[in-house]
Every structure is written in structure tokens, then in C-alpha cells.
């Protein structure tokens, strides 16, 4: 059974940063795809980016140049960094996982289905 715990989440200006975590445990195949997706309240969720275990990545274009994702593969960790933090990034962020095989990089990305997921972390940018 895979296990995902978040951290990292937090109310910031805009213009700060902060630092996702999503410590994943439980999982045995070698490839993988785990990605962050938010949802703000009255809106769908969206995904914000991916990895695989090859390293690839995607993001969202509304992210892109200020948010990036990594993987300490160590430590079992998935990471977001997200800089230049605008109000509009405001949401939940949850961190996604689903083995085996590698994500999306088409159109579709954020539309690939995930068999497990963590339980959130709130990210709140002030104007």
C-alpha cells in the first residue's frame, strides 16, 4: 500500500516561495509517474506538474519558469518549488502517484488517472 504525506504548505506574500514535500513509502515498481495537482475552492482540480522515474517532467503554463519539481529518489521524496508565488496559486496541493509506468506528455497530462493520492497541503499567496 502506498503512502503519501505532504508538507510544506503555508500563507505567503506574493512574490514569495515555498517548498513542497510529499514523502512517498510503500511502492516496489521502478517506474513511476507522481505529479502536484491543485484545486481552489468552486474550481476543478489542475495539475500543476509531473515526473517520472526517467526524470521527464511537465507543467502546467501557468507555472511554467516559476515552480519546479524534483525527486530525491534517496529519501523517497517528491518535491515542489514553487517561486514568484501569485494569489492565484492559492489552492490545496495535492501530491499523486501511480506505478507502474511513466506519466503523460501529451495534451492529456493532467488527465492521467492516479491510484493514489496524499491528503493536501494548503497554499495560501496574499496580495
Known amino acids: 500500500q502506498v503512502q503519501l504525506v505532504e508538507s510544506g504548505g503555508g500563507s505567503v506574500q506574493a512574490g514569495g516561495s515555498l517548498r513542497l514535500s510529499c514523502a512517498a513509502s510503500?511502492?516496489?515498481?521502478?517506474?513511476?509517474?507522481m505529479g502536484w495537482f491543485r484545486q481552489a475552492p468552486g474550481k476543478e482540480r489542475e495539475g500543476v506538474a509531473v515526473?517520472?522515474?526517467?526524470?521527464?517532467?511537465q507543467y502546467a503554463d501557468s507555472v511554467k519558469g516559476r515552480f519546479t519539481i524534483s525527486q530525491d529518489n534517496a529519501k523517497n521524496t517528491l518535491y515542489l518549488q514553487m517561486n514568484t508565488l501569485k494569489p492565484e496559486d492559492t489552492a490545496m496541493y495535492y501530491c499523486?502517484?501511480?506505478?507502474?509506468?511513466?506519466?503523460?506528455?501529451?495534451?492529456?497530462?493532467?488527465?492521467?488517472?492516479?491510484?493514489?493520492w496524499g491528503q493536501g497541503t494548503q497554499v495560501t499567496v496574499s496580495s
Open positions: 499523486a502517484f501511480d506505478m507502474p509506468g511513466v506519466c503523460w506528455y501529451d495534451a492529456r497530462w493532467s488527465k492521467r488517472p492516479y491510484n493514489y
Open positions: 515526473i517520472d522515474s526517467d526524470a521527464n517532467t
Open positions: 510503500g511502492y516496489t515498481y521502478s517506474t513511476y509517474c
